[in-house]
């Protein structure tokens, strides 16, 4: 029944169940078969309950998302979400170029800045490139990032640090210098979607109720690293205690409860909602299932239109930034793409029927009208005797 099942989530994702259906009536041979082969294929097709390559069931149910540190813009509150479908690991640049190879995609990076997007830019500044880590010489002030993020002209996911850094591109690596933009464009090519904020920390849990990392309390359990972050003196200095300066291999280290890779560290991931610093009110009653604000405000950057980012990168540590842990929010514009970002795609575990469904009283009409053809030579043979 499963690999039933499975088959008939891949004709249904195809457009092609109606003729599947029409091929059940069509060949068997008698009204209750045809009933009950029409009812299995309907049922098969709706449960969806078979497991998508390379993602990971995440069951639904009640938690309490949050930051354990008290952040203003992510207070404790329970939440509850239906179970879901999540992409095992982050997507690669190999996933990438495939979809780059299939459709000509082009990426915001890669284009030059429009008027819509940014309107307050001189036109020989509107220039092709994204956002890059450079460690600044000597001591610099952390509330003053500009010392460590430049823009890089000719930086993209094909050239993550520039076109001018001779660096191979790994194909199991995670994709970065993606926008929101360039994240939904992929998704909706693989049928999928970007996961819900409150997706995102359900599944980055694990199944673990409150606990400061996505493993549990302990940072180092049994003196292993379990993500790729920072160690030294940020932003200087990385001693590289993890084995890694930038990012790492998607599956490098341990998955968590659910099986996911890399749901702290490595690299920033988009999620659908958009970034309001009270985007979690009204905390007192449970939110099921929650989208989200109606619309963005960051009171950083009034005006600019942002969403939400989960799950840190190489670049957090516990001297900066404490975005690898689970219940820590991060934001950004939905054009912009940086170095240490990517994404991986949801898909909801109920199957939507497909458009197609509405032609399958045609297909039925076609195959029953074949069915009378090709048994009324064998009838009038009969008559005949």
């Known amino acids: 029944m499963l690999r039933a099942r499975a088959a008939l989530s891949n004709l249904a994702n195809a457009n092609l169940l109606p003729l599947a259906v029409a091929a059940c009536l069509l060949c068997c041979h008698d009204v209750p078969m045809r009933c009950l082969a029409l009812a299995t294929l309907l049922a098969a097709a709706s449960c969806d309950g078979t497991k998508s390559a390379e993602m990971s069931l995440i069951p639904g149910g009640r938690y309490w998302m949050g930051s354990q540190h008290g952040n203003a813009?992510?207070?404790?509150?329970?939440?509850?979400?239906?179970?879901?479908?999540?992409?095992?690991?982050?997507?690669?640049?190999?996933?990438?170029?495939?979809?780059?190879?299939?459709?000509?995609?082009v990426t915001d990076a890669e284009q030059k800045p429009s008027k819509e997007d940014v309107k307050d830019l001189a036109d020989d500044q509107r220039i092709a490139g994204s956002l890059v880590f450079l460690p600044p010489v000597g001591a610099v002030d952390l509330r003053e990032f500009w010392h460590w993020w430049q823009f890089v002209p000719g930086a993209d996911w094909r050239h993550p640090s520039g076109?001018?850094?001779?660096?191979?591109?790994?194909?199991?690596?995670?994709?970065?210098?993606?926008?929101?933009?360039?994240?939904?464009?992929?998704?909706?090519?693989?049928?999928?979607?970007?996961?819900?904020?409150?997706?995102w920390e359900r599944a980055a849990r694990g199944g673990?109720?409150?606990?400061?990392?996505?493993w549990g309390d302990q940072l180092l359990p049994s003196g292993k690293w379990q993500a790729n972050i920072w160690q030294g003196t940020f932003p200087g200095k990385n001693e590289l205690e993890d084995g890694f300066f930038a990012t790492a291999p998607v599956r490098e280290f341990p998955a968590n409860g659910y099986g996911l890779y890399g749901m702290s560290g490595n690299v920033w991931e988009w999620c659908e909602d958009r970034y309001r610093p009270d985007g979690y009110e009204p905390t007192g009653t449970l939110?099921?299932?929650?989208?989200?604000?109606?619309?963005?405000?960051?009171?950083?950057?009034?005006?600019?239109?942002?969403?939400?980012m989960?799950?840190?990168?190489?670049?957090?540590?516990?001297v900066y930034c404490l975005g690898y842990q689970p219940g820590t929010r991060m934001k950004s514009s939905e054009d912009t793409s940086f170095c240490h970002t990517g994404f991986r795609c949801a898909r909801a575990t109920k199957a939507r029927w497909p458009l197609s469904l509405l032609f399958l009283p045609i297909f039925v009409i076609v195959a029953y009208t074949l069915r009378r053809a090709r048994r009324a030579p064998?009838?009038?043979r009969t008559a005949e005797l």
């Open 287 to 308: 939110q099921r299932n929650p989208l989200g604000p109606s619309d963005s405000f960051d009171p950083d950057e009034p005006g600019v239109a942002k969403r939400v």
């Open 163 to 199: 076109k001018s850094v001779a660096s191979p591109l790994l194909p199991t690596q995670p994709v970065v210098q993606v926008s929101w933009r360039d994240a939904k464009a992929y998704a909706k090519w693989q049928g999928k979607r970007l996961p819900t904020e409150a997706e």
């Open 378 to 380: 064998l009838a009038k």
């Open 73 to 105: 813009d992510a207070p404790l509150h329970e939440v509850e979400v239906d179970a879901f479908w999540l992409d095992t690991c982050e997507v690669t640049n190999a996933e990438f170029a495939a979809f780059v190879a299939a459709t000509g995609y």
């Open 208 to 214: 673990l109720d409150r606990k400061t990392f996505a």
């Open 310 to 318: 989960r799950g840190g990168s190489y670049l957090c540590s516990d």
